[in-house]
Nanobody, 119 residues
Framework: QVRLVESGGGLVQAGGSLRLSCAASGSIFGIKPMGWYRQAPGKGRELVAVMAEDGSTTYADSVKGRFTISRDNAKNTVDLQMNSLKPEDTAVYYC?????????????WGQGTQVTVSS
């Protein structure tokens, strides 16, 4: 079983910054893709940023240039530095470990942390 614990959410004014952190523990064998998703009220969950095993990154277009994902493989942690925040970034942010094994998809999620950006 994999456990993900997030921290760092909160309330910030537009233009401000927040840093989210996620620590993974449990039965993780090897380095797996880790990333962040978010879900705003009334909307579906969307990818924010993900870092693959090789360090390559993928960002949602809406956050490119403002958000930066980083990870520490030795500690199984992944962080999301969010700068120049906008009210539309308001959402619950979820840490994710997701990977494929033999054609089956495995996704593990944290409990979510609220990010609220005031205008």
């Amino acid at each position: 079983q994999v456990r993900l614990v997030e921290s760092g959410g909160g309330l910030v004014q537009a233009g401000g910054s927040l840093r989210l952190s996620c620590a993974a523990s449990g039965s993780i064998f090897g380095i797996k893709p880790m990333g962040w998703y978010r879900q705003a009220p009334g909307k579906g969950r969307e990818l924010v940023a993900v870092m693959a095993e090789d360090g390559s990154t993928t960002y949602a277009d809406s956050v490119k240039g403002r958000f930066t994902i980083s990870r520490d493989n030795a500690k199984n942690t992944v962080d999301l530095q969010m700068n120049s925040l906008k009210p539309e970034d308001t959402a619950v942010y979820y840490c994710n470990v997701g990977f494929w094994v033999g054609g089956a998809r495995y996704d593990y999620w944290g409990q979510g942390t609220q990010v609220t950006v005031s205008s």
